[in-house]
């Protein structure tokens, strides 16, 4: 079983092509938290992996919560391991991840992750469409022979452009602040499509009068909102504007 949390389509474009490799089965990290399923039979042939994007060095909350809550039922262990996709330098999400996983009896195998474009545009710029497409084009290689890999059940740690485990802690505690969804705002743009709000993660989005408002002092930051409005009208702090919209082309992010 393959569980992914995705909000421009990356970590899912990521665990389909891991699926379509071991012919495992692809869960949602944000359909989990909307269903409450948290419990999971693993077939003795299945192994389990856990895909998600890198935030603030770190995991986003709802990987988090989803790692504190979920149980696994199986005859044996399987093989199990973690992707991080991330745009810059990775930090320790990997890390982060097996510390939830291993009081369980589920410890990771083997750690990977892949550089991909990096949908934090408060800071990073992705209005260059050429550049974001070669950053996608250069990730091929990188998910192929993480694919290799996991196909060969190899064990190890294989991630690459690991921050220090004291720097990631310090970068992590950021995340927190970020979080605030005052940084948020909406521009006249707006038509009012709900679109947001139904595909929040969290559910902290609601439209009265056809305006998105957020009625949670804190979300995930996942940005999904801001990168899939169609009018762009949806803007986090001063630097969105102009650093653009992403979602990954070949795939629909949840």
Known sequence: MIFYFSSTGNSKY???????????????????????????????????????????FGLPTIVCDFLENV?????????????????????????????????KGYPFDAGYNIKMPDMWTPFFD???????????????????????????KEKGDFMKNKSPGFAARIYYKFYDKQRTTKHFHVEDTCIGCGLCAKKCPVDAIIIPNNKPVWTKDKCVICLGC?????????????????????????????
């Open 14 to 56: 990521v665990a389909a092509r891991i699926a379509e490799s071991t012919k495992d089965e692809m869960v949602s990290i944000t359909d989990c938290r909307k269903t409450g399923l948290h419990c999971f039979s693993v077939k003795p042939e299945e192994s389990i992996g856990i895909i998600s994007p890198t935030y603030f």
């Open 71 to 103: 149980e696994f039922l199986s005859e044996k262990k399987p093989y199990v391991y973690f992707v991080a996709t991330y745009g810059s330098i990775c930090g320790q999400p990997g890390t982060m991840a097996n510390q939830y996983l291993t009081p």
């Open 126 to 152: 992705l209005s260059d469409k050429e550049k974001v497409r070669k950053i996608n084009e250069r990730a091929e290689p990188e998910i192929n022979e993480v694919i290799c890999q996991i196909d060969r």
């Open 226 to 254: 801001l990168h899939r409005c169609p009018k762009f009208a949806i803007q986090y702090g001063r630097n969105t504007k102009k650093h653009g919209q992403y979602m990954h082309s070949d795939i629909e992010a949840q």
